[in-house]
């Protein structure tokens, strides 16, 4: 009698789990998922394309930015309009330049992390645009910690698998979540906190129904920032474009 009634539970729960359950993969077998879905080809490392990305803030004029990245040439550009302000930042193997409205700066803003680039701010940025745009390929970066176990949560209304991620304490010191749709592992969603008691930091939810793909590599064509704490939204970066740069 006990056989009899265990099947029917054992079928109905085999049959109504999406995808994967958090119980039986890991975290890194969830990243590799998770990459073989956005960079089916292995296609980032030598990635070298422009991104064109216009920020909305609220109360705010546009930004529009042109983001080119040429790994194989150790190569960063970032073109941004915004007002009557054209800013241009360059890094080109290790070198640095910075126009402002056709004028050349010779020193370089020191950046928010002070770990002594001698690029500064630009280095920042790149170091910015490569991450956010690179996701979820950058989390195979030297120095991530990928938590081992696989947590089902729901998050803004929807079920996810997510995964944990710290860094070592020279890459960063943010506690990370990502979480990714449980049926074909795209990520849809991630946030940080610098101190996850205070409730304190940021969430991003990623446009994943709509991809710009270059490549092979699907890159969410929206992503909009919002406030841990009281839900408020800080901006949306659209990205309306992106090209293959030429050999």
Known sequence: MIRILLLPLFLIILFSSPGLSAQNITGKELLSRAIAYHDPDNAWSTFSGTLFITMETPNNSERKSEVTLNFPADYFKLLVRKDDTTTEEVIDKGVCGLVVNGKKIKKQAEDSTNNGGSCGQTEMMRNYYTYLYGLPMKLRDKGTIIDPAVVKKTFKGKEYLTLKVKY???????????????????LEAYQFFHDEATNDGEYIMLETDNFETINGIKIPKKRSWYTNKEDRLLGTDILTRASQNSE
């Not at 070592?168 to 795209?186: C, I, L, R």
């Open 168 to 186: 070592e304490e020279e890459v960063g010191k943010d506690t990370w979540y990502f979480y990714f749709n449980p049926d074909n592992y795209a």
